[in-house]
């Protein structure tokens, strides 16, 4: 059967019932079976999302559909010496001119599995450029990575929106922001070993999370050009966090910045009256609690009545100061 000789319909027909596996081993046959499921849509697909998800050595890589609520697995990636190829069914192929095994599935319901030295490697980033040019690099795509990823995989891929990062050294994680340096959410699960130069892409992350932020709180709190950082278990001073209110209220740096939360390792290390002898902090009068909605749909509840405000634009900030946390919250400009 010579699917490429039959009328757009018809093509477009079998595609759509097929697998998104099967539509990915297609693709991979000749450019002019790319170009086909290009035409056609990605095979009308109806991907929103794609998820590169480690768990110890294997690199899953998962799709969600708009209409559906849970990932589906579309194939897998090993390390071709530690998985067991004994009576199995392997095929070389080459994904953008890396090469590789692939595990024939022994029955309909099995998913593909590629193998390769190196599951986060160059054939992650083959597979990765593939899937764009088939689905389209419009889509979210993700990394997901924990803290059991034998802390070493972690790909290092482009046109990454979200990750969520198990592993602790900084120069892979410099690599990926190198990459990627504009992500929309970024979670760090373990404590960073080593540093990050200022204009790493890290800091321009829209909203970041650190689980053990810990002295890596200073440099987030000086160079963070995002739009909200929550950290934990972190290691600020009383002069960090009046440095960082005196340049947001001069409009020196944080114009992005919506909210930070800092939760600290140490419950004695800040001093709030030391802080707040330092600023004309203003109080909100109204009895009610102040509620603060950002873009992205997060509620602030907030009953500090402690409020600061920018000489630039007369923005107005809720400020809150407890032994063991700091929280900074903008207010929208219909609130201020």
């Known amino acids: 059967m010579d699917l490429l000789r039959f009328?757009?319909?018809?093509?477009?027909?079998?595609?759509?019932?097929?697998?998104?596996?099967?539509?990915?081993?297609?693709?991979?046959?000749?450019?002019?079976?790319?170009?086909?499921?290009?035409?056609v849509g990605g095979g009308g697909a109806k991907i929103e999302r794609i998820c590169y998800f480690i768990v110890e050595t294997t690199c899953y890589v998962n799709q969600k559909e708009k209409s559906c609520s849970n990932e589906e697995t579309i194939m897998r990636i090993q390390n071709i010496y530690s998985?067991?190829?004994?009576?199995?069914?392997?095929?070389?192929?080459?994904?953008?001119?890396?090469?590789a095994y692939i595990e024939i599935p022994h029955s309909?319901?099995?998913?593909?599995?590629?193998?390769?030295?190196?599951?986060?490697?160059?054939?992650?980033?083959?597979?990765?450029?593939?899937l764009g040019l088939i689905f389209g690099n419009h889509l979210e795509y993700s990394i997901y990575t924990n803290e059991n990823s034998q802390g070493?995989?972690?790909?290092?891929?482009?046109?990454?929106?979200?990750?969520?990062?198990?592993?602790?050294?900084?120069?892979?994680?410099?690599?990926?922001?190198?990459?990627?340096?504009?992500?929309?959410?970024?979670?760090?699960?373990p404590p960073i070993v080593g540093c990050l130069p200022p204009k790493s892409g890290f800091f321009n992350s829209n909203t970041l999370k650190m689980s053990n932020s810990e002295w890596m709180a200073h440099d987030i709190l000086n160079y963070f050009n995002g739009k909200r950082a929550f950290l934990k278990n972190a290691f600020i001073l009383n002069t960090n966090i009046i440095q960082f209110l005196q340049k947001w209220i001069s409009n020196e740096k944080y114009q992005n910045l919506e909210v930070l939360s800092i939760d600290l390792?140490?419950?004695?290390?800040?001093?709030?009256?030391?802080?707040?002898n330092h600023?004309?902090?203003?109080?909100?009068?109204?009895?009610?609690?102040?509620?603060?909605?950002?873009?992205?749909?997060?509620?602030?509840?907030?009953?500090?009545?402690?409020?600061?405000?920018?000489?630039?634009?007369?923005?107005?900030?809720?400020?809150?100061?407890?032994?063991n946390r700091f929280f900074f919250a903008k207010w929208n400009t219909n609130e201020a």
């Open 83 to 99: 998985s067991d190829t004994t009576n199995k069914r392997l095929e070389e192929i080459n994904i953008l001119g890396v090469k």
């Open 265 to 276: 390792m140490d419950p004695w290390s800040l001093n709030g009256k030391e802080i707040m």
């Open 7 to 39: 009328p757009y319909l018809v093509q477009k027909e079998i595609l759509k019932n097929l697998k998104k596996a099967e539509l990915f081993l297609l693709s991979l046959c000749s450019l002019r079976t790319t170009r086909m499921i290009q035409r």
């Open 152 to 189: 070493k995989l972690l790909p290092i891929l482009g046109n990454i929106k979200n990750s969520v990062i198990g592993i602790s050294d900084s120069s892979r994680i410099y690599c990926l922001f190198q990459m990627s340096p504009y992500q929309e959410s970024v979670k760090i699960l």
């Open 279 to 323: 600023f004309d902090f203003n109080q909100w009068n109204e009895l009610e609690d102040i509620e603060i909605k950002h873009g992205n749909g997060d509620l602030y509840d907030l009953d500090s009545p402690t409020y600061i405000m920018r000489d630039f634009d007369r923005a107005r900030a809720t400020i809150a100061i407890e032994k």
């Open 108 to 130: 309909p319901g099995s998913k593909i599995c590629v193998l390769n030295e190196k599951p986060d490697g160059p054939i992650l980033e083959a597979i990765h450029k593939q």
